[in-house]
């Protein structure tokens, strides 16, 4: 039992260790010193120095909670926004329902990635506008999960009975069609994790999130571009860490979804 939850297990575990990670810091991330500018890894500084001089482990630590603490926060909002809001489309159904919808598939035509840089680069670089851009651009694949979800339920047989029997609807949707909800969009949540901390490292890197000095993976990658053949490891480490977080969120998603098909 413990094994098959092991994915998940880990995730929160690494979560935990990234958001409380940088109290452990050797260094301040933002320290400047011209003076160890570039180091390799030594004793001293265990992953080496960048072009500041700013101890590398230190702001990895740092950039840990910056750019997953950012994902789980933008998750946070879309869950907030597009579950209610599925549940409500597929739960009331008619005109708002139709209409509704025509705008989710105005969203859902063009790739999340490429609204959140558009979005991005209208709203101007910043943490604040690459979680507005990257909600706007996620939150219509939930809403139509959930939809799709409510629709199948409310059709079955203790729906309609809940319907007769004077239920009323928020009571039906919190005891009825919400645990069914659930299931699906944890599982989405959980893959789309690492697609989202993707989504804001890429940002950052191209300029759009996180600014200097910000420590952020992503925004690490930008910064020391220039110095990838005298210090490959200044990206190569953030690209590592970067890599096994979104790994990590894919095994634990898959894991989840092959759990929930097992149970039903």
Request: glycine content about 8%; hydrophobic content about 50%; proline content about 6%.
């Amino acid at each position: 039992m413990i094994r098959k939850w092991l994915p998940v297990l880990f995730l929160f575990a690494y979560v935990i260790t990234v958001a409380i990670a940088p109290a452990f810091a050797p260094y301040d991330p933002l320290e400047i010193n011209m003076s160890d500018r570039l180091s390799e890894p030594s004793e001293k500084h265990l992953l080496g120095t960048d072009h500041l001089g700013r101890d590398l482990f230190s702001r990895i630590l740092a950039g840990g909670r910056v750019t997953v603490g950012t994902g789980f926060l933008v998750l946070t909002i879309i869950l907030i926004v597009g579950v209610p809001l599925g549940m409500l489309s597929g739960f009331i159904g008619g005109r708002f329902d139709r209409y509704f919808m025509r705008i989710i598939d105005a969203f859902l035509a063009f790739p999340d990635f490429i609204i959140a840089i558009v979005l991005s680069g209208i709203l101007g670089p910043g943490m604040v506008n690459l979680v507005l851009a990257i909600v706007v651009a996620k939150w219509g694949s939930y809403v139509r999960l959930v939809r799709s979800t409510v629709l199948a339920e409310k059709e079955k047989d203790y729906v309609l009975m809940a319907v007769i029997s004077g239920l009323p609807a928020y009571k039906i949707i919190r005891k009825h069609l919400l645990p069914h909800v659930m299931g699906n969009v944890l599982v989405l949540a959980t893959l789309d994790l690492g697609k989202i901390i993707l989504m804001i490292a890429s940002l950052s890197y191209i300029g759009l999130g996180a600014q200097p000095p910000t420590p952020e993976w992503g925004a690490m990658l930008n910064e020391c571009k220039p110095y990838f053949y005298s210090s490959p490891h200044l990206m190569v480490i953030p690209g590592i860490f970067i890599m096994c977080t979104v790994l990590i969120s894919n095994l634990a998603g898959d894991m989840l979804r092959d759990r929930l098909d097992i149970e039903k």
